[in-house]
């Protein structure tokens, strides 16, 4: 019922333009830490003044899962009526809504930080997040030709497998990151890398990267030599990405990053030629959440034919 | 399914002791305010080492909701296995745990800080919470008759026929605070008062107070000179009251402050003689929500009949 297309884009293209031009109220994340199972819960929220509803989020990360056959990510999402609190929605999405809005936000990083012409994409990484990021990258981009790296080859090659039949684009695994990243225009890094894979040496002008792996405080995919190379630093949201994105690691930049909101506003440009080296660094937002939750719930009244009656106060 | 009862109150004192001899995960309350609607959304959570599920709580308050007919305030709770972070239950109880789990904190209160022949209860406030309150005492104590005073006249008369017609028990609504605390050996607070309502002066020996009406930065039920005269300060969680309920107004008896579970668990004595003047001041806590969920999970299993199937990894 719910994919990953351009009204979707869309819908994050409002959300991040919200977070620099709406009165909104977006609490710093809250973490309820599992330790002695190696898990987590993070909680997101964001209200935006005057919309009728917001999300509270629930997502899980139980890193032992996978040896028992599960998947280690997990959550849920309730939507909240904003004019009197009551529950209007329970979307017991098992994390895959969040995995849609991260990847509809690759798009939109696509969109305003990568050459128009970009034609060969680089994917890090090839789990479900890879592929839904190439997904996103086809809506906003004209690609013809993917390189990806996974440190798992049979995982790398089965993600090939996957996206041609997909896709019907031709993907090639690479040996190495340098490869994947010397022949893209651009790159998404999608991997739960605690250490740069990305160094300032192998980057050429032109070439765009979103980041969109590191968001917690031990991890890094971009080493501070890509940082330093870049002409235009975008984030989600800069605090955030200061403490646990790229930024974390290249606090020099700090000061000239701008965020995405400011760009999908027009209030400032990214790209402005295609010499440019551009960064993109996601660590995922609740506005996004927010923004997702009420697309499906509008979906949902519109599928069941149900009369959105809710109570005019 | 789920009542006061003593098997309850047996729960949260567990909670309580849990709070400090386990090693427990348990954030910092994170809030979503909805300014335009005057209304708040709370979220707490608790995770307690070596336990197999958790609880993750919203509660909303939402004050123009009486003026169109709904009760401020509503939430739910949703209980996460500790293993593998799945959801295991979605209760979608309007508050109604919340208000249970208060109510059952209020008895383990009483329970070790009243004289154990306290016969005669006063009540301050008259909403739901008010009844709570009352029933939670007769669990503990041998409550014969009740003094009650609310702002309004109505609502305090129809607690009384409805508190008379329920338990039996005599009720006289009073005209002031003063003669509530003048006739009762414990009292209770359960309003969201942002003046003191009861002053030292009030206060003869013996005489117990719950305070569980102040949980927010601009709430108060206890002047400075009761928690003056009090001979033990009992609170939930110290940081907690420091910040949100009545040690906030009396920064100087913070540090003699001990916390319920340092009682609960034996550590620290609360009432010592039938003269002391003793005050516990509850503010609410994740590790109640997480407690009371899983009551209500356990007895949804067994009420089923469902054999507990959850993997054993």
Same mark, same amino acid.
């Given at each position: ?148 790296? /996974? ?7 089965? @993600?090939? =497998?996957?996206? &041609?039949?997909? +896709?019907?684009?031709? !993907? *090639? ?55 330093g190379k870049a002409d235009v630093i975008v984030c989600d949201v800069k605090d955030q990405s200061a403490r646990l ?15 995405? /909101? ?7 440009? @990214?790209? =402005?030629?295609? &010499?440019?080296? +551009?960064?993109?660094? !996601? *660590? ?30």
């Amino acid at each position: 019922m719910i994919r990953l297309d351009t009204e979707l884009v869309g819908k994050m293209e409002e959300a991040f333009t919200s977070l620099v031009e709406k009165e909104m109220t977006m609490p710093p994340i809250m973490r309820v830490d599992v330790p002695d199972h190696n898990g987590e819960v993070d909680i997101k929220s964001a209200y935006i003044k005057g919309e009728d509803s917001f999300a509270v989020k629930l997502s899980s990360g139980f890193f032992n899962n996978p040896a028992i056959g599960l998947p280690s990510a997990n959550g849920l999402m309730i939507l909240i009526n904003s004019r009197t609190g009551e529950p209007l929605a329970v979307l017991a999405d098992e994390g895959r809504l969040t995995d849609l809005r991260t990847a509809a936000a690759g798009a939109v990083a696509a969109k305003y930080g990568s050459r128009d012409n970009s034609r060969i994409a680089g994917i890090l990484g090839s789990g479900s997040q890879a592929r839904l990021q190439l997904q996103a990258l086809m809506l906003v981009r004209p690609i013809e030709q993917v390189f990806v790296y /996974g440190r798992n080859d049979e995982k790398a090659f089965n @993600f090939k =497998q996957v996206m &041609e039949q997909k +896709t019907g684009l031709h !993907l *090639t695994v690479c040996d190495s990151v340098e490869q994947v990243v010397g022949k893209s225009d651009l790159v998404v890094t999608t991997t739960p890398s605690k250490e740069p894979l990305i160094y300032g040496d192998w980057v050429r002008p032109g070439l765009h990267i979103t980041a969109m792996g590191s968001d917690a405080e031990h991890k890094q995919e971009l080493d501070a030599t890509v940082m330093g190379k870049a002409d235009v630093i975008v984030c989600d949201v800069k605090d955030q990405s200061a403490r646990l994105g790229e930024l974390r690691s290249s606090p020099e930049q700090q000061e000239r990053a701008i965020e995405l /909101g400011e760009v999908t506003s027009g209030k400032h440009s @990214f790209r =402005q030629s295609d &010499e440019e080296i +551009t960064i993109c660094d !996601l *660590t995922g937002t609740g506005v996004q959440d927010t923004a997702i939750a009420r697309h499906v719930y509008h979906r949902l009244l519109a599928w069941e034919g149900v009369k959105d009656e809710r109570r005019e106060v």
